[in-house]
């Protein structure tokens, strides 16, 4: 059974630091693997999706990487705002008809 | 497009009620997923469509949960006999299946307390 856990569930950081959340799956045999935002009370955003082939995906100031092997994805931001504050989960999908497994999420603040 | 829509956004119902919950896909997309999210937590895997045909549903959906997506466009998610534990934001999103994988998009969700 899969299982995706990320770690810190918390962190805050000063405006304009760099900084890595992590995504830790159970089951490498994915199909692919997404980075979501999700603002209080609000639907999530969509950030980077990584297929299983590739190892890593940019846009912008964010950065994903995914390590199958040994079940990690980090979430690379760089220099935060406080824009960037939110809940970042990671979600991940075994096959292309497969239900997809989130992360409990990390919260971010980013403090002026 | 104006992306994944959900109705109500809101929703206040005493214990033993039915509710009835309506998401709108973006155009085109031929999968349709719902989540369950409550506080603190990731979403958790409800149900998906593929078009109209239900591929998957979760052992955590009682039989009080259905859904439907009648010719593969808009779907409905019914709460019979709402209980306390019903309580909770269900997430509506849609993806479209291809070769550059598949993103989903997220409705607003509808936030759902029961008394």
């Known amino acids: 059974k899969q299982e995706v856990t990320q770690i810190p569930a918390a962190l805050s950081v000063p405006e304009g630091e760099n900084l890595v959340l992590n995504c830790s799956f159970t089951?490498?045999?994915?199909?692919?693997l997404q980075w979501f935002r999700q603002d209080p009370g609000k639907g999530l955003t969509s950030l980077l999706l990584?297929?299983?082939?590739?190892r890593e995906q940019t846009s912008g100031r964010l950065n994903a990487s995914l390590d199958k092997s040994s079940g990690r994805s980090t979430l690379y931001i760089a220099a935060s705002q406080p824009g960037d504050s939110a809940t970042y989960l990671c979600?991940?999908?075994?096959?292309?008809?497969?239900?997809?497994?989130f992360g409990p999420g990390t919260s971010l603040s980013v403090i002026p | 497009d104006t992306g994944v829509s959900q109705d109500p956004r809101h929703k206040i119902t005493k214990r033993g009620q039915n509710v009835t919950f309506r998401c709108d896909p973006i155009?085109?997309?031929?999968?349709l997923y719902w989540y369950r999210q409550t506080l603190g937590q990731g979403p958790e895997f409800l149900t998906y469509?593929?078009?109209?045909?239900?591929?998957?549903k979760s052992r955590l959906l009682s039989d009080r949960f259905s859904a439907e997506r009648p010719k593969g466009s808009f779907s409905t998610l019914e709460i019979q006999r709402t209980e306390q534990g019903d309580s909770a934001m269900y997430l509506c999103?849609?993806?479209?299946?291809?070769?550059?994988?598949?993103?989903?998009?997220f409705g607003p969700g509808t936030r759902l307390l029961v008394l």
């Open positions: 990584i297929q299983s082939s590739q």
């Open positions: 089951d490498s045999a994915i199909y692919n």
């Open positions: 469509f593929q078009n109209e045909a239900q591929l998957e």
């Open positions: 155009s085109e997309h031929n999968r």
């Open positions: 979600a991940v999908k075994k096959t292309s008809y497969d239900k997809v497994i």
């Open positions: 999103a849609s993806s479209l299946d291809g070769i550059w994988g598949e993103t989903q998009y």
